[in-house]
Protein backbone atom coordinates (compact mmCIF):
# COMPACT_ATOMS: atom_id res chain seq x y z
CA UNK A 1 0.00 0.00 0.00
CA UNK A 2 1.45 3.33 -1.16
CA UNK A 3 0.47 6.52 0.48
CA UNK A 4 1.27 9.50 -1.45
CA UNK A 5 2.32 12.80 1.28
CA UNK A 6 2.12 15.87 -0.32
CA UNK A 7 3.97 17.75 1.95
CA UNK A 8 5.52 15.25 3.69
CA UNK A 9 9.04 16.89 4.19
CA UNK A 10 7.03 19.55 6.97
CA UNK A 11 6.22 19.35 10.52
CA UNK A 12 2.93 17.95 10.69
CA UNK A 13 3.93 15.92 7.41
CA UNK A 14 7.38 14.20 8.58
CA UNK A 15 5.76 13.31 11.64
CA UNK A 16 2.81 11.63 10.10
CA UNK A 17 5.41 9.53 7.53
CA UNK A 18 7.23 8.20 10.62
CA UNK A 19 4.05 6.88 11.71
CA UNK A 20 2.83 5.36 8.98
CA UNK A 21 6.40 3.62 8.19
CA UNK A 22 6.27 2.84 11.45
CA UNK A 23 2.49 0.68 11.13
CA UNK A 24 3.99 -0.94 7.64
CA UNK A 25 2.97 1.22 5.19
CA UNK A 26 4.96 2.53 1.89
CA UNK A 27 5.64 6.21 1.69
CA UNK A 28 6.12 8.35 -1.36
CA UNK A 29 6.83 11.59 -0.51
CA UNK A 30 5.91 14.61 -2.57
CA UNK A 31 7.66 18.35 -1.74
CA UNK A 32 8.67 21.05 -2.79
CA UNK A 33 11.01 22.02 0.01
CA UNK A 34 9.75 25.62 -0.12
CA UNK A 35 9.10 25.65 3.60
CA UNK A 36 11.07 22.43 4.46
CA UNK A 37 14.70 21.09 4.95
CA UNK A 38 15.69 17.86 2.86
CA UNK A 39 17.25 16.61 5.78
CA UNK A 40 14.41 15.70 6.86
CA UNK A 41 14.78 12.64 5.02
CA UNK A 42 17.23 11.47 6.88
CA UNK A 43 16.24 12.18 10.32
CA UNK A 44 13.05 9.74 8.75
CA UNK A 45 15.62 7.14 7.43
CA UNK A 46 17.38 7.52 11.10
CA UNK A 47 14.06 6.90 12.81
CA UNK A 48 11.86 3.96 10.85
CA UNK A 49 15.27 2.27 9.33
CA UNK A 50 13.35 4.05 5.56
CA UNK A 51 13.78 6.37 3.22
CA UNK A 52 10.77 6.95 1.80
CA UNK A 53 10.57 7.71 -1.54
CA UNK A 54 10.90 11.38 -2.74
CA UNK A 55 10.11 13.61 -5.03
CA UNK A 56 11.09 17.27 -5.01
CA UNK A 57 7.92 19.20 -7.04
CA UNK A 58 5.92 21.52 -7.07
CA UNK A 59 2.26 19.62 -6.60
CA UNK A 60 0.38 22.42 -8.69
CA UNK A 61 2.71 21.09 -11.18
CA UNK A 62 0.49 19.00 -12.83
CA UNK A 63 2.83 16.99 -15.48
CA UNK A 64 5.32 16.71 -12.40
CA UNK A 65 2.34 15.23 -10.34
CA UNK A 66 1.16 13.09 -13.16
CA UNK A 67 4.89 11.15 -13.35
CA UNK A 68 4.72 10.67 -9.82
CA UNK A 69 1.13 8.85 -9.80
CA UNK A 70 2.31 6.96 -13.36
CA UNK A 71 5.71 5.38 -11.05
CA UNK A 72 3.90 4.80 -8.14
CA UNK A 73 0.97 2.51 -6.93
CA UNK A 74 -0.76 5.21 -4.76
CA UNK A 75 -3.45 4.11 -3.19
CA UNK A 76 -4.39 6.92 -0.80
CA UNK A 77 -3.25 10.79 -0.76
CA UNK A 78 -2.88 12.68 2.59
CA UNK A 79 -2.40 16.46 1.53
CA UNK A 80 -0.37 18.63 3.43
CA UNK A 81 1.37 20.65 1.42
CA UNK A 82 0.05 24.40 1.63
CA UNK A 83 0.91 27.46 2.80
CA UNK A 84 0.09 28.35 6.63
CA UNK A 85 1.18 31.74 8.18
CA UNK A 86 -2.14 33.31 9.30
CA UNK A 87 -0.26 36.92 9.45
CA UNK A 88 1.09 36.12 5.82
CA UNK A 89 -2.30 35.12 4.38
CA UNK A 90 -3.89 38.67 5.15
CA UNK A 91 -1.13 40.96 3.66
CA UNK A 92 -0.77 38.42 0.33
CA UNK A 93 -4.08 36.52 -0.08
CA UNK A 94 -3.52 35.61 -3.52
CA UNK A 95 -0.55 34.17 -2.88
CA UNK A 96 -2.45 31.93 -0.45
CA UNK A 97 -5.70 31.50 -2.78
CA UNK A 98 -3.55 30.32 -5.63
CA UNK A 99 -1.25 28.34 -3.78
CA UNK A 100 -3.35 26.14 -1.26
CA UNK A 101 -6.66 25.77 -3.89
CA UNK A 102 -4.17 25.53 -6.98
CA UNK A 103 -2.43 22.58 -5.33
CA UNK A 104 -5.03 21.13 -3.74
CA UNK A 105 -6.91 20.87 -7.10
CA UNK A 106 -3.99 19.23 -9.20
CA UNK A 107 -3.45 16.80 -6.85
CA UNK A 108 -7.46 15.66 -6.81
CA UNK A 109 -7.36 16.19 -10.28
CA UNK A 110 -4.66 13.46 -10.98
CA UNK A 111 -6.33 11.35 -8.35
CA UNK A 112 -9.48 11.05 -10.62
CA UNK A 113 -7.31 10.26 -13.63
CA UNK A 114 -5.68 7.60 -11.87
CA UNK A 115 -8.52 6.06 -9.92
CA UNK A 116 -7.23 6.93 -6.48
CA UNK A 117 -9.81 7.10 -4.48
CA UNK A 118 -8.66 7.65 -0.57
CA UNK A 119 -8.08 10.81 0.68
CA UNK A 120 -7.18 12.67 3.65
CA UNK A 121 -7.10 16.40 3.83
CA UNK A 122 -4.89 18.66 6.26
CA UNK A 123 -7.48 21.38 7.68
CA UNK A 124 -7.32 23.69 10.72
CA UNK A 125 -9.70 24.59 13.59
CA UNK A 126 -9.58 27.92 12.16
CA UNK A 127 -12.30 27.15 9.81
CA UNK A 128 -14.17 27.85 12.52
CA UNK A 129 -13.68 31.67 13.26
CA UNK A 130 -15.40 33.04 16.50
CA UNK A 131 -16.93 29.64 17.16
CA UNK A 132 -20.32 29.79 19.19
CA UNK A 133 -19.08 27.91 22.44
CA UNK A 134 -15.50 27.72 23.53
CA UNK A 135 -15.51 24.14 23.04
CA UNK A 136 -16.25 22.90 19.10
CA UNK A 137 -18.08 20.10 17.71
CA UNK A 138 -17.41 19.30 14.12
CA UNK A 139 -20.90 20.93 13.26
CA UNK A 140 -20.29 24.33 14.31
CA UNK A 141 -20.67 27.03 11.68
CA UNK A 142 -17.63 27.64 9.37
CA UNK A 143 -16.89 31.25 9.17
CA UNK A 144 -12.82 32.04 9.14
CA UNK A 145 -11.43 34.67 9.81
CA UNK A 146 -8.37 35.13 7.93
CA UNK A 147 -7.47 34.04 4.33
CA UNK A 148 -5.31 30.83 5.24
CA UNK A 149 -8.43 29.87 7.04
CA UNK A 150 -10.06 30.47 4.15
CA UNK A 151 -8.71 28.38 1.68
CA UNK A 152 -8.91 25.66 4.07
CA UNK A 153 -12.56 25.86 4.15
CA UNK A 154 -12.76 26.51 0.22
CA UNK A 155 -11.34 23.15 -0.16
CA UNK A 156 -13.74 21.87 2.51
CA UNK A 157 -16.42 22.81 0.19
CA UNK A 158 -14.44 21.27 -3.21
CA UNK A 159 -14.08 17.89 -1.55
CA UNK A 160 -18.18 18.35 -0.57
CA UNK A 161 -19.03 18.72 -4.12
CA UNK A 162 -16.42 15.97 -5.14
CA UNK A 163 -17.78 13.48 -2.62
CA UNK A 164 -21.33 14.38 -3.99
CA UNK A 165 -20.30 13.63 -7.64
CA UNK A 166 -18.44 10.65 -7.26
CA UNK A 167 -19.93 8.43 -4.47
CA UNK A 168 -16.96 6.15 -4.43
CA UNK A 169 -14.40 8.70 -2.84
CA UNK A 170 -13.30 8.62 0.73
CA UNK A 171 -12.54 11.52 2.02
CA UNK A 172 -11.37 12.51 5.83
CA UNK A 173 -11.08 15.89 6.75
CA UNK A 174 -9.11 16.35 9.46
CA UNK A 175 -9.68 19.69 11.71
CA UNK A 176 -6.24 19.98 13.53
CA UNK A 177 -6.05 22.25 16.98
CA UNK A 178 -2.65 23.43 18.36
CA UNK A 179 0.09 21.18 17.30
CA UNK A 180 3.42 21.00 19.35
CA UNK A 181 6.04 18.74 20.78
CA UNK A 182 8.10 16.58 18.69
CA UNK A 183 9.67 13.50 18.02
CA UNK A 184 10.59 11.69 21.61
CA UNK A 185 14.04 10.90 19.66
CA UNK A 186 15.03 14.78 19.46
CA UNK A 187 15.50 14.26 15.84
CA UNK A 188 12.23 15.69 14.06
CA UNK A 189 10.50 18.85 14.97
CA UNK A 190 9.15 21.86 14.35
CA UNK A 191 11.43 24.74 12.34
CA UNK A 192 10.11 27.92 11.65
CA UNK A 193 11.83 30.79 9.85
CA UNK A 194 12.87 33.49 11.23
CA UNK A 195 10.83 34.68 13.93
CA UNK A 196 8.51 32.06 15.19
CA UNK A 197 4.94 33.32 15.12
CA UNK A 198 3.65 30.43 17.61
CA UNK A 199 3.82 30.08 20.90
CA UNK A 200 5.73 27.09 21.44
CA UNK A 201 8.68 27.50 18.82
CA UNK A 202 8.66 30.79 20.25
CA UNK A 203 8.96 29.70 24.21
CA UNK A 204 12.15 27.16 23.10
CA UNK A 205 13.47 29.66 21.36
CA UNK A 206 13.51 32.07 24.75
CA UNK A 207 15.07 28.84 26.04
CA UNK A 208 17.79 28.42 24.36
CA UNK A 209 18.69 32.17 24.49
CA UNK A 210 17.79 33.09 21.04
CA UNK A 211 14.76 35.25 21.92
CA UNK A 212 15.38 37.63 24.71
CA UNK A 213 11.86 37.12 26.58
CA UNK A 214 8.28 35.80 25.48
CA UNK A 215 5.87 38.17 24.87
CA UNK A 216 2.39 37.13 25.46
CA UNK A 217 -0.39 38.93 23.67
CA UNK A 218 -2.52 40.26 25.75
CA UNK A 219 -3.73 39.18 29.56
CA UNK A 220 -7.29 40.91 29.75
CA UNK A 221 -9.18 37.47 27.60
CA UNK A 222 -12.40 36.61 29.36
CA UNK A 223 -10.30 33.13 30.71
CA UNK A 224 -9.32 32.26 34.30
CA UNK A 225 -5.62 33.87 34.21
CA UNK A 226 -6.69 36.61 31.30
CA UNK A 227 -4.15 34.64 28.74
CA UNK A 228 -5.78 33.03 25.31
CA UNK A 229 -6.52 29.11 25.87
CA UNK A 230 -6.11 27.04 22.92
CA UNK A 231 -6.20 23.63 22.47
CA UNK A 232 -2.56 21.83 22.55
CA UNK A 233 -2.14 18.38 20.65
CA UNK A 234 1.33 16.15 20.63
CA UNK A 235 2.41 16.24 16.97
CA UNK A 236 2.55 12.74 17.37
CA UNK A 237 -0.77 12.00 18.67
CA UNK A 238 -1.69 14.03 15.78
CA UNK A 239 0.37 12.08 12.92
CA UNK A 240 -1.73 8.72 14.82
CA UNK A 241 -4.60 10.46 13.94
CA UNK A 242 -4.20 10.22 10.16
CA UNK A 243 -3.31 6.42 10.35
CA UNK A 244 -6.57 6.14 12.03
CA UNK A 245 -8.10 8.24 9.16
CA UNK A 246 -6.69 6.30 6.56
CA UNK A 247 -7.99 2.94 8.63
CA UNK A 248 -11.88 4.63 8.35
CA UNK A 249 -11.23 5.26 4.79
CA UNK A 250 -10.19 1.66 3.58
CA UNK A 251 -13.92 0.86 5.20
CA UNK A 252 -15.28 3.01 2.08
CA UNK A 253 -16.84 5.72 4.91
CA UNK A 254 -17.35 8.40 2.26
CA UNK A 255 -16.51 11.82 3.22
CA UNK A 256 -15.96 12.15 7.17
CA UNK A 257 -14.99 15.28 9.19
CA UNK A 258 -13.28 14.81 12.74
CA UNK A 259 -11.75 17.44 15.24
CA UNK A 260 -8.06 16.11 16.10
CA UNK A 261 -7.59 17.81 19.24
CA UNK A 262 -7.47 16.42 23.20
CA UNK A 263 -10.41 18.35 24.48
CA UNK A 264 -8.59 20.48 27.18
CA UNK A 265 -8.17 23.73 26.55
CA UNK A 266 -4.88 25.33 28.29
CA UNK A 267 -3.89 29.31 28.75
CA UNK A 268 -0.59 30.92 28.08
CA UNK A 269 0.49 31.03 31.41
CA UNK A 270 -0.14 27.32 31.94
CA UNK A 271 2.16 26.45 28.65
CA UNK A 272 4.71 29.06 30.41
CA UNK A 273 4.65 26.87 33.69
CA UNK A 274 4.40 23.71 32.79
CA UNK A 275 7.16 24.37 30.32
CA UNK A 276 9.73 25.66 33.32
CA UNK A 277 8.53 22.57 35.23
CA UNK A 278 8.97 20.13 32.81
CA UNK A 279 12.77 21.58 31.44
CA UNK A 280 13.45 23.32 34.50
CA UNK A 281 14.07 26.41 33.11
CA UNK A 282 12.71 29.79 33.11
CA UNK A 283 10.61 31.32 30.83
CA UNK A 284 11.20 35.21 31.20
CA UNK A 285 7.93 37.07 29.48
CA UNK A 286 6.41 40.28 29.22
CA UNK A 287 2.63 41.21 28.56
CA UNK A 288 2.17 43.00 25.33
CA UNK A 289 -0.83 44.24 24.04
CA UNK A 290 -3.60 41.54 22.01
CA UNK A 291 -2.52 40.22 18.66
CA UNK A 292 -4.92 41.38 16.32
CA UNK A 293 -7.24 38.70 15.39
CA UNK A 294 -6.71 36.64 18.10
CA UNK A 295 -9.57 34.50 20.07
CA UNK A 296 -10.08 34.17 23.81
CA UNK A 297 -10.31 30.98 24.00
CA UNK A 298 -11.17 27.62 22.52
CA UNK A 299 -10.72 23.61 22.32
CA UNK A 300 -12.01 20.66 20.77
CA UNK A 301 -14.53 18.58 21.02
CA UNK A 302 -13.01 15.12 20.16
CA UNK A 303 -15.48 13.18 20.78
CA UNK A 304 -16.48 11.89 17.24
CA UNK A 305 -12.76 10.97 16.55
CA UNK A 306 -12.32 9.32 19.40
CA UNK A 307 -15.16 7.07 19.10
CA UNK A 308 -15.62 6.84 14.85
CA UNK A 309 -11.70 6.80 14.71
CA UNK A 310 -10.86 4.66 17.66
CA UNK A 311 -8.26 7.57 18.11
CA UNK A 312 -7.46 9.43 21.16
CA UNK A 313 -4.76 12.14 21.82
CA UNK A 314 -2.49 9.95 24.56
CA UNK A 315 0.48 12.39 25.62
CA UNK A 316 0.25 15.18 28.48
CA UNK A 317 1.49 19.02 28.26
CA UNK A 318 4.61 18.27 30.09
CA UNK A 319 5.51 15.75 27.35
CA UNK A 320 4.64 18.01 25.04
CA UNK A 321 6.98 20.52 26.71
CA UNK A 322 9.66 18.06 26.89
CA UNK A 323 9.77 17.07 23.65
CA UNK A 324 9.66 20.35 22.56
CA UNK A 325 12.61 21.18 24.45
CA UNK A 326 14.52 17.96 23.46
CA UNK A 327 13.84 18.97 19.52
CA UNK A 328 14.96 22.59 20.27
CA UNK A 329 18.34 21.46 22.33
CA UNK A 330 19.45 19.10 19.66
CA UNK A 331 19.03 21.24 16.92
CA UNK A 332 19.66 24.70 17.94
CA UNK A 333 19.67 25.86 14.69
CA UNK A 334 16.92 23.23 13.21
CA UNK A 335 17.69 20.96 10.29
CA UNK A 336 20.54 23.05 9.36
N1 LIG B 1 0.92 33.77 21.80
C1 LIG B 1 1.64 34.62 22.62
N2 LIG B 1 2.90 34.96 22.22
C2 LIG B 1 3.48 34.50 21.08
C3 LIG B 1 2.72 33.62 20.25
C4 LIG B 1 1.44 33.28 20.64
O1 LIG B 1 1.16 35.06 23.67
O2 LIG B 1 4.64 34.85 20.78
C5 LIG B 1 -0.44 33.34 22.22
C6 LIG B 1 -1.54 33.73 21.26
O3 LIG B 1 -2.02 35.02 21.54
C7 LIG B 1 -2.57 32.61 21.51
C8 LIG B 1 -1.70 31.41 21.85
O4 LIG B 1 -0.45 31.94 22.27
O5 LIG B 1 -3.36 32.93 22.63
C9 LIG B 1 -1.49 30.47 20.69
O6 LIG B 1 -0.99 31.19 19.57
P1 LIG B 1 -0.30 30.46 18.32
O7 LIG B 1 0.20 31.55 17.42
O8 LIG B 1 0.68 29.45 18.77
O9 LIG B 1 -1.51 29.65 17.67
P2 LIG B 1 -2.93 30.17 17.14
O10 LIG B 1 -3.97 29.57 18.04
O11 LIG B 1 -2.96 31.62 16.93
O12 LIG B 1 -3.01 29.50 15.69
C10 LIG B 1 -2.59 28.17 15.45
C11 LIG B 1 -1.97 28.11 14.06
C12 LIG B 1 -3.01 28.32 13.01
C13 LIG B 1 -4.13 27.36 13.20
C14 LIG B 1 -4.70 27.44 14.58
C15 LIG B 1 -5.72 26.33 14.76
O13 LIG B 1 -0.96 29.11 13.93
O14 LIG B 1 -2.43 28.05 11.75
O15 LIG B 1 -3.66 27.29 15.56
O16 LIG B 1 -6.28 26.33 15.99
F1 LIG B 1 -5.11 27.62 12.31
Redesign the pocket.
Known amino acids: MSILVTGGVGYIGSHTAVALINAGYEVVIADDLSNSKQEVLNRIKHITGQCPKFYRIDVCDLTALDQVFRNEAIDSVIHFAGY ?3 GESMSDPLKYYRNNLDSAISVLETMQKYNVINFVFSS ?3 VYGIPKTAKIKEDFPIHPANC ?2 KT ?1 AMIEEILIDIASANPKMNIAILR ?5 GAHPSGLMGEDPNGI ?5 P ?2 TQVAIGKQKE ?5 ND ?1 QTKDG ?5 YIHVCDLANGHLAALKKLETGCGLVTYNLGTGTGY ?2 MD ?1 IETFEKANHIPIPYVI ?1 P ?2 P ?3 DE ?1 YSDPQKANEELHWKATRTLIDMCADSWNWQMNNPNGYV
Open positions: KAVSATYGKYFNPIPNNLMYILHVFGYTGVRDSVIDRRGDIY
